[in-house]
């Protein structure tokens, strides 16, 4: 059963990206549609129109398996060799600096968020 709740949870997930995709051919929209949807998803999850519980399962399965998305791509440095030279090096410290500031910026956007929902409860 729990496989089944899983699986519904993944396919609302795709639904909602299909939906950003369907809105930004519809609308012509030079963002991603994926970045559409992710802000569907936010705004829905927000006015709780979404409750969690409806994603929660399946939005934390496919973070459990993320890292495996990314093995094609670190192999891939090997077929192109200038990576590994010094502009590799100057990229790498671009990459981990711009990640860096990502997971900062999104760690103190859910703190602030966890500090708003507590005040609420």
């Given at each position: ?55 929660e ?13 990314f ?51």
């Amino acid at each position: 059963m729990k496989l089944l709740k899983i699986i519904i949870q993944i396919a609302v997930l795709y639904g909602i990206y299909f939906l950003g995709e369907g809105i930004r051919s519809l609308l012509n929209i030079p963002i991603p549609g994926s970045i559409i949807g992710l802000l569907l998803l936010f705004t829905a999850l927000s006015l709780r129109i979404i409750p969690v519980e409806w994603i929660e399962n399946g939005a934390r399965f496919i973070l459990v398996y993320l890292p495996l998305f990314f093995i094609p791509a670190t192999v891939g440095v090997i077929n192109y060799p200038d990576f590994l030279s010094w502009t590799g090096v100057l990229l790498a410290g671009i990459v981990s600096l711009s990640t860096l500031a990502t997971m900062t910026a999104a760690g103190m956007v859910s703190q602030y968020f966890q500090n708003k929902r507590k005040e609420v409860h």
